[in-house]
């Protein structure tokens, strides 16, 4: 799986504006963000940006996608397939965790100003979370229906694993919480006894 160019440029210049847009969005939100601040931020003139992204709600797109995209593929490459369902869980949600810390500004913005998208783009990014949530969701009923889970409610769970992992964007880094390993190595944990597994 690739990011669509179409959507995602991969020119350096487009690659720089999504960088200081991420910025700019993190720091001050999407609404009180303008156009010509985000070109400031790279020495250059607001109309510098058109040629890439017609609008700051493309802009915001392409970040959106961008970021569940690479969520997307870096759980799927984490998920040992054909393991236990534990150290599936274990491995998928330890690597959400992660990169939801290292990479929190865009995160941030990826996962808390998706309002401003277009009906259309809302949509597309729709689209990706819930191809997320359903890879959360198949491991919780694999681990369900092989018994090494007491699950309650597979929907609810895999929401609430999905959830936990979102939000770490939201406060990261925060007390003593400054590494992204330490909190990939404490969320597979509560994970783990949210899907209710037998040790």
């Not at 960088?19 to 969005?25: Q, R, T, V």
């Not at 985000?38 to 970040?63: T, V």
């Not at 491995?91 to 913005?109: D, I, L, M, P, Y």
């Amino acid at each position: 799986m690739s990011l669509d160019e179409s959507v995602v440029s991969g020119s350096k210049a487009a690659a720089r504006l999504r960088a200081a847009a991420i910025e700019a969005f993190a720091a001050n939100g999407f609404g009180a963000t303008t156009t010509r601040e985000i070109a400031a931020r790279l020495e250059m003139s607001a109309a510098a940006m058109y040629p890439h992204y017609k609008s700051k709600e493309e802009l915001l797109f392409a970040i959106a996608y961008e970021g569940h995209q690479l969520t997307l593929e870096w759980l799927q490459a984490a998920d040992p397939v054909g393991e236990a369902p534990a150290a599936r869980l274990r491995a998928v949600v330890g690597e959400f965790a992660k990169n939801q810390a290292t990479h929190h500004s865009r995160a941030r913005v990826v996962e808390y100003e998706l309002a401003a998208l277009t009906d259309e783009h809302f949509r597309a990014i729709a689209g990706l979370r819930r191809d997320v949530v359903h890879l959360v969701r198949r491991i919780v009923q694999t681990g369900a229906d092989d018994g090494s889970f007491a699950v309650p409610d597979v929907e609810g769970v895999t929401l609430a694993i999905v959830s936990l992992c979102v939000d770490v964007c939201r406060w990261f880094p925060g007390g003593t919480y400054t590494e992204p390993d330490t909190v990939a190595k404490l969320y597979p944990e509560l994970a783990i006894r949210l899907a209710g597994a037998h040790s």
